[in-house]
């Protein structure tokens, strides 16, 4: 057994500690010992996006990254999206849209889509596209994600 | 009262689904997502020979890690009888299935499992796997079906033989099937124009995002629990039962929320290792692929040959046709051959028509069910060849089908007569959609500009269902059904309960229950869950309804006669009223519990659908890459319960089949590996590279159905490759019979002459 | 010759024991037993890496050695990771008007940066197109490189900047022309216990510009069939004086079109002069056929994508008001 | 007479005819006829005394729920139909 790394760091806004092996993934450690199943794995090379999650307030593959790079970082994940009772616009929008199926991707997808509305508020069509092209989504063909996107971003530049 | 008369009040609107707020928020337990004390994980070791005998397994290695609780190899399973039979989503050959789990004898394509490990963490199992060791005799591969009805073939199957070919020699070629009607020659005779092409479409995978996942208990007495990612929990179960040889008592499968199945989660890989291994263990065993075990040994769709050759009169009305489908099964025989055959022609109405499909068994990973299976090769020969004669013919695309569209009474190709459907209609909303007169875009430098349409039918699937509905003491009602929820059919489910009974769609929860909880229920696929599923709520909301009278006539102390229940109220001759919450808020003292049941086989009930896609595509002629500018999929629903999921079904299917003609395909080496095997380069469509797609709904009501309803999941992606293809052809005049139309074949058409 | 184009997995090695080992018959799953050092310094993490041997691979966004990683390269033990050495993650402008590249200076900042913006927008187009902004986010420039694989993006664009390579080893600091330092899929010229720090882009000068662009079949998350990247300045004749042309995804390694670079000097970039300047290009091209495409095809490639990429960069300098 | 329409391999055991006409009461009666006649003609269809899996009997335009035991009408035309599935 190798010897585990003690790594503090801050997941959703709370400060937590965790003992990890170097080879286990962020995205093991966020499942399988902080039990944020909402991070889900699609393909474990970072084509698909399912694991996103924020990394020091970047979008990041989770499943790309060491736990232990974790040490003194901030992650946020999809569990750490709504407050309280109250849900993000994403989410709302999500289900208003209709613009989950299956939905395997839609964590991931929440996770791009905030990431591009906090450094995007009015993005376009094309814009939308580009910033979730991380994210395969298999059952929607898009459609109602995108328009998801659109008034999420809608309804929060008006509030 | 007939369903077209009919108002509905929840029916037809779109409300937020019930799993929704789990599943915006992460709480949704997905496969992977369960876990039990003291559970082991297990892995799978898997070849990486195409075709090749097994020398010897040495697992001794393995077994002696610590940590490491379970080994076990093809010798483990049982051995279980070699002949088709009716199990899991219509036949299945035991035997070939448990081979397919574990390998006996030989391999038979790169990355066919040959052992399973469980140990106490997942690189503990991994390690161990490096520890097993397999001595191989390489076989030469047979790669595609060309290869494998060569003369000298090497054999897959010493003994397979041919089905349907009386005295066949040991053979690659599992099965021929055949449709005919008619007189040919008598038919190319009176044709005005012939085309005849042979066509070629890649092996594609469904490319769910959720890897399969399997997590199994087996208890001291031998009772075992298995959660899984499965489209049908009752098939899981039965093809665990058949392969391990045990009662269907001793195990219940628990469906988790599925990550997309699309035909590919109908079918069993992990699930019998897990249990075996728990066993063999005593421990709880949990399994999930990796993606590339997803792509190398998980069921693909068929790649296939098809050699095509059709004739019209001068009036675009098909005179003759005739079909010969070569449909790769994989390593072992089952390809969707068949409704490669029933599709080709399904949209016309033929005279004269032959229909002969070959089921043919390739080094290749055994295909499953992949959203209309066949159906979307069959169409993109038949479709695209169509417009051919429609070019030739100077007759408008869809004019051309209009001309030669089934309708009801139309004698279908594969039998029997056709009932009601909507393709008519459907044309007609194509051709009069402003997307089809619009203009597109002037040539611009390298880039040329078409539009396409074709049109496709899927028969949609019955088979049997069971619900539950019972009335809460307040008025509420909880809905279990056995139908595992891919795309949000528990709230359409929940809808035709709440339509019944008078409630709101929120008044109704729904769920999906255990194989213990429910009575028996197939696949959540077949296009079949809101129909069949519906059907057996519809029944069981009718029996609610029937024991909601006989109660409120308890209360009214009068005769059961003229009490009829409407808009969620018993209402006597006199008018007097009793609504659902004041009969359930007495159930106690008027006999217990109002609890409604059915269980159908809809086979009676079931209708197709028809689809069609109009698409604008661009071509950038120097690199032969293809773009989509605009995409409308119409789609014949018969009655769109929840318009926002049936949408999502004819968008999500346009989509995958834009995937599928642009772009998808498996590669493999002359060796038999796979090369793409990994989301990177198996390329799925991204957000990227598709437009937003317009769906159109028609509603012809599937007049078997007491509420009209046609399946809706499969027939969108029937018709995009073909239409994607008429399309380029429009753009470029080049015609290539080739799919996916990736950008090096695009460019090597538009450098030759013809 | 190289067998494969693509994002080194563990089979692209053709040198089993020093970069990545013997692949395992798996694929996608975890990592096998791993150290992990976070050195402060560059001396530590040259300590570490050299001690480490073959075992060593040093970690920046890590959006390839993972990968590699989980594919089963039994060869690595020692992860290294870069990004808390001090410096690693400093883009900093040079007052030539250049730029010094931390190894661990993310694409995206590289796309963010507003001077990268306005000076050198084929290198951000190149740093954009890596993947999604998931991977962009974590890839850097450094790792690109290191990675060698003959398809990687940002390579020809930075080649086309006449980039050089500043490595340190446990005997002092070298630098080295960035065209030079691949050898070919998955080799570089990093030799034991050296990394390479960081990436210096000389400054500009008059109406320059450069641009990037490769061909995928999809619109993102691909790897290219084939990249070209190009620098070059006007005069205010409009007459070019100065470019560079290299060529991604046909070859072993980058290749720099000098020929067709020069037959573009004293021109006016005229749609002929690039024709022909196309066609010297492919003809420099040492394509294979992989899973990626036909080598006939990606030859043709060259020739278009050369045209298209030189009319941008052209575009750019007359616009560019200069400096 | 009810019309049994044969599938194109049972034609060849029929000299190429694509119907019968059969009497009922029965679809197991009128299968039982068409054997009478062209001996082989059903075997591919049965194993033992229950229809084959992967084959089911339509009426018209209906899959029957009874499929041997389904009763005829003098109208009725009875198609031999592949069991279908779906993805």
């Known amino acids: 057994m190798a010897t585990k790394n003690h790594i503090s760091t801050t997941i959703n806004g709370e400060s937590k500690e965790f003992l990890c092996e170097p080879r286990q993934t962020l995205l093991e450690v966020l499942r399988d010992e902080l039990d944020l199943k909402g991070v889900k794995e699609g393909c474990g090379t970072g084509d698909c996006g399912s694991c996103s999650v924020m990394f020091d307030k970047r979008l990041a593959c989770s499943c790309l990254i060491l736990a232990v790079e974790a040490e003194g970082r901030t992650v946020e994940t999809v569990e750490g999206m709504a407050s309280g009772e109250t849900l993000h616009p994403l989410q709302r929008q999500f289900l208003e849209h209709a613009a989950l199926q299956c939905g395997i991707c839609t964590p991931g997808f929440l996770i791009a889509g905030k990431a591009l509305l906090e450094k995007n508020p009015d993005p376009d069509e094309a814009e939308i596209r580009l910033a979730l092209a991380g994210n395969l989504c298999r059952c929607t063909g898009y459609d109602k994600i995108v328009r998801a996107v659109q008034d999420a971003a809608r309804e929060m530049r008006n509030s | 009262m007939k369903t077209s008369e009919r108002e509905f009040k929840v029916i037809g609107t779109r409300p937020v689904r019930h799993d929704g707020i789990d599943k915006v928020t992460g709480r949704a337990l997905y496969g992977a997502d369960h876990s039990l004390p003291g559970m082991l994980h297990g892995r799978v070791l898997r070849s990486p020979h195409a075709h090749a005998r097994i020398l010897s397994i040495d697992t001794s290695r393995a077994q002696a890690m610590p940590g490491v609780h379970a080994v076990i190899t093809g010798d483990d399973l049982p051995s279980v009888p070699d002949r088709t039979e009716a199990l899991g989503e219509g036949t299945t050959n035991a035997n070939d299935l448990s081979n397919n789990l574990l390998a006996k004898g030989k391999v038979l394509y790169d990355g066919h499992a040959l052992a399973a490990v469980a140990a106490t963490s997942a690189h503990l199992a991994e390690e161990a796997l490096d520890k097993i060791e397999v001595q191989y005799e390489v076989l030469p591969p047979v790669m595609d079906v060309r290869a494998a009805v060569a003369e000298g073939a090497p054999l897959l199957h010493e003994t397979l033989r041919t089905a349907g070919v009386p005295e066949s020699k040991p053979s690659n070629i599992a099965k021929v099937i055949e449709f005919a009607r008619g007189d040919l020659d008598e038919g190319f005779a009176a044709a005005s124009v012939i085309v005849e092409r042979e066509f070629t479409t890649a092996m594609v995978h469904q490319g769910y995002i959720e890897p399969h996942n399997a997590l199994a208990k087996v208890d001291a007495d031998g009772q075992i629990t298995l959660w899984c990612s499965t489209q049908g929990s009752f098939d899981i179960r039965s093809l665990c039962a058949k392969v391990l040889q045990i009662p269907l008592s001793r195990l219940k499968v628990i469906p988790a929320e599925i990550g997309g199945g699309f035909g590919g989660k109908t079918t069993v890989y992990l699930e019998p290792l897990a249990i075996r291994m728990s066993q063999i263990s005593g421990r709880p065993v949990h399994m999930v692929m990796s993606r590339n075990e997803v792509l190398r040994a998980t069921g693909p769709t068929s790649g296939s040959v098809i050699r095509l050759k059709m004739g019209a009169n001068a009036h675009g009305k098909i005179v003759a046709a005739d079909a010969l489908l070569d449909y790769e099964a994989g390593a072992f025989p089952g390809s969707p051959v068949l409704m490669g055959a029933v599709v080709i022609f399904a949209p016309y109405a033929l005279e004269n028509f032959r229909i002969v499909g070959r089921d043919i068994v390739v080094n290749r990973p055994r295909t499953a069910a992949y959203r209309a299976p066949g159906g979307t090769n069959a169409a993109f020969a038949s479709e ?35 009932q009601k459907v909507g393709y008519e209609e459907l044309l007609d909303a194509a051709q009069s959609h402003p997307h089809y007169s619009a203009e597109l875009p002037p040539p611009n430098g390298p880039l040329v500009y078409g539009r396409g349409f074709a049109g496709g039918g899927w028969g949609n699937a019955g088979l049997q269902s069971s619900a539950i509905l019972s009335v809460n003491n307040d008025g509420t009602a909880t809905l279990v059904t056995g139908s595992p929820d891919i795309g949000g059919s528990r709230t359409s489910c929940a809808m035709i309960a709440a339509e019944e009974l008078g409630l709101e769609a929120a008044d109704v929860r729904p769920s999906v229950a255990d194989t213990d909880t429910i009575g028996y229920t197939d696949v959540t696929g077949g296009s079949r869950v809101t129909m069949a599923t519906g059907l057996a709520v519809f029944e069981a909301a009718q029996d609610v309804k029937r024991q909601l009278r006989e109660r409120a006539a308890r209360m009214w102390e009068c005769p059961e006669e003229g009490i009829v229940f409407e808009d969620g109220d018993a209402i006597r001759p006199n008018g007097e009223r009793l609504s659902l919450a004041a009969i359930a808020g007495k159930a106690g003292r008027t006999g217990g519990p109002v609890i409604g049941r059915a269980t159908v086989n809809a086979n009676r009930a079931n209708g197709p659908s028809f689809a069609g896609f109009l698409v604008d595509v661009e071509v950038d002629t120097e690199t032969g890459k293809v773009g989509i500018l605009r995409g409308t999929v119409f789609q014949d629903a018969g009655r769109a319960i929840h ?59 599937n007049p078997a159905h007491p509420l009209g309803i046609r399946g809706v999941g499969e027939a969108s992606i029937v018709p995009p490759p073909a239409a994607i293809a008429n399309a380029v052809a429009a753009a470029t005049g080049k015609r290539l019979p080739v799919l996916p139309l990736s950008p090096p074949r695009v460019h090597a058409a538009l450098q030759t002459g013809d | ?100 590249i931390g190894a661990a200076v993310s694409c995206a900042r590289i796309g963010e940066d507003p001077v990268v913006q306005s000076n050198y927008p084929g290198l951000r187009e190149a740093a954009m197109l890596i993947g999604s902004d998931q991977i962009q986010n974590r890839a850097t420039l450094a790792g690109n490189l290191c990675n060698s694989s003959p398809a990687a ?9 006449n980039t050089s390579c500043e490595i340190q080893g446990p005997e002092g600091s070298r630098i080295m022309a960035l065209a030079d ?33 490769r061909f995928i079949p999809r619109n993102e998350m691909d790897i290219a069939v084939v990249g070209v990247g190009v620098a070059l300045a006007l005069n205010s004749a409009g007459e070019c004086t100065q470019a560079r042309l290299a060529l991604g995804a046909v070859g072993p390694r980058v290749i720099e079109a000098t020929e067709a670079a020069t037959h573009l000097l004293g021109s006016t970039l005229d749609e002929e002069t690039l024709e022909q300047a196309a066609e010297m290009a492919r003809a420099i091209a040492q394509p294979i056929s992989d899973k990626r495409g036909p080598a006939e095809y990606r030859r043709s490639l060259v020739g278009t994508l050369t045209r298209r990429v030189v009319r941008t960069a052209a575009e750019r300098a007359r616009n560019h008001e200069g400096s | 007479m009810a019309t049994l329409f044969l599938t194109a391999p049972m034609r060849r055991h029929a000299g190429g005819t694509e119907r019968l006409e059969v009497v009922g009461p029965t679809v197991r009666e009128a299968l039982e006829q068409a054997e009478k006649r062209y001996p082989g003609i059903t075997a591919d269809l049965f194993e033992g005394n229950d229809l084959r899996a992967g084959f089911t009997i339509a009426i018209n335009d209906t899959i029957v729920d009874h499929p041997l035991a389904s009763l005829l009408e003098p109208t009725s035309e009875i198609y031999i139909v592949p069991a279908m599935g779906g993805g």
């Not at chain 2, 051309?400 to 569209?405: C, E, Q, S, V």
């Not at chain 2, 999500?652 to 060796?671: A, P, R, T």
């Not at chain 3, 966004?61 to 990004?83: E, M, P, Y």
């Open chain 2, 384 to 418: 695209t060849l169509l417009d051919e004669l429609a070019e030739k013919l100077a007759i408008d695309p869809i004019e051309i089908r209009r001309r030669n569209a089934t309708c009801e009474g139309v004698q279908a190709p594969w039998g029997p007569r056709m």
């Open chain 2, 643 to 701: 318009p926002a999921y049936v949408e999502g079904q004819m968008q999500g299917g346009s989509v995958q089949g834009i995937g599928w003609g642009l772009g998808e395909e498996y590669i493999y080496s002359n060796e038999g590996k796979l090369e793409n095997a990994s989301l990177l380069d198996y390329r799925i469509p991204t957000a990227l590279d598709v437009p937003l797609i317009e769906a159109v709904i028609i509603e012809c009501p």
């Open chain 3, 1 to 100: 010759m190289p067998t494969c184009l693509q994002r080194p997995e563990s089979v692209c090695t053709p040198d089993p024991g020093t970069l990545m080992g013997q692949p395992r018959i798996k694929g996608g799953y975890t990592l096998q037993d791993i150290q992990y050092s976070a050195p402060q310094s560059v001396e530590e993490a040259v300590s570490l890496l050299a001690a480490a041997g073959s075992q060593g691979r040093v970690l920046a966004g890590g959006t390839d050695l993972l990968v590699q990683l989980k594919n089963g390269a039994r060869g690595i033990r020692h992860i290294i990771d870069i990004k808390r050495v001090a410096g690693m993650e400093t883009l900093q402008h040079t007052a030539d008007g250049g730029m010094r």
């Open chain 3, 153 to 161: 993006d940002t390579v020809p664009a930075l080649a086309a900047l």
């Open chain 3, 181 to 213: 330092f691949a050898r070919g899929p998955g080799q570089n010229q990093l030799g034991e216990g050296e990394i390479l720090i960081a990436l210096e882009v000389p400054g500009r000068t008059g109406h320059f510009a450069d641009a990037y662009q």
